[in-house]
């Protein structure tokens, strides 16, 4: 599960990889999201503002997190899986792990990639009333000794096939939803 992520990029960075991308104003790229928040969201080659907590018309209770398992196939999600694709930017999201001291609680750890570098969460949204939830699946290796979900972190090469919502083919958007290489990610406990 992710619950919290963070951006400490300028829009420069961004639009190094999405060179054509239109960017609102007083985009603040350079802070910490929490659920119920509004976050920079990229979608029809546009990054802007959504709230983070998913809602549809059968979803009343906000979802920040969507199951890659079923995100098809469910009633719920599969409309918006096949229409409403989108990507997340982040430098680092962060997961909780029980403490190995008896009664001293979860310890914070910050999960970021080895070369600093911007990655892209793959999501859902609604136009409707601008939500989104990040899609998560089973951890990597790395993540594995902190937590038992992830997010989904789509390579480089996939990004526009992912950010395509006129393409539907599942053969090739769900073996996107597989856990990120643990060999370019790492992570560092923090105090949160």
């Not at 911007?118 to 136009?127: S, T, V």
Request: net charge positive; aromatic share 14%; charged share 25%.
């Amino acid at each position: 599960m992710c619950s919290r992520f963070s951006i400490n990029k300028s829009k420069e960075d961004i639009k190094k990889i999405f060179s054509e991308l239109i960017i609102d104003e007083g985009m603040d790229l350079n802070r910490h999201f929490f659920p119920n928040m509004d976050a920079p969201v990229l979608y029809e080659n546009k990054l802007k503002n959504l709230k983070w907590g998913f809602i549809t018309e059968t979803l009343k209770e906000p979802l920040i997190n969507i199951r890659a398992e079923g995100v098809a196939s469910k009633p719920y999600f599969r409309k918006y899986f096949y229409k409403y694709r989108c990507l997340i930017p982040a430098d680092s999201f962060y997961e909780w792990k029980e403490s190995a001291f008896p009664g001293h609680g979860k310890v914070p750890y910050k999960i970021f990639m080895k070369d600093n570098g911007i990655f892209f969460m793959a999501g859902l949204l609604n136009p409707d009333n601008n939500t989104f939830a990040i899609i998560t699946t089973t951890p990597s290796i790395l993540i594995k000794q902190i937590h038992n979900r992830m997010p989904v972190i789509l390579k480089k090469e996939n990004y526009e096939l992912w950010l395509n919502n006129k393409s539907s083919d599942t053969e090739y958007l769900l073996p996107l939803l597989t856990p990120y290489d643990s060999s370019k990610m790492e992570f560092i406990q923090t105090d949160l």
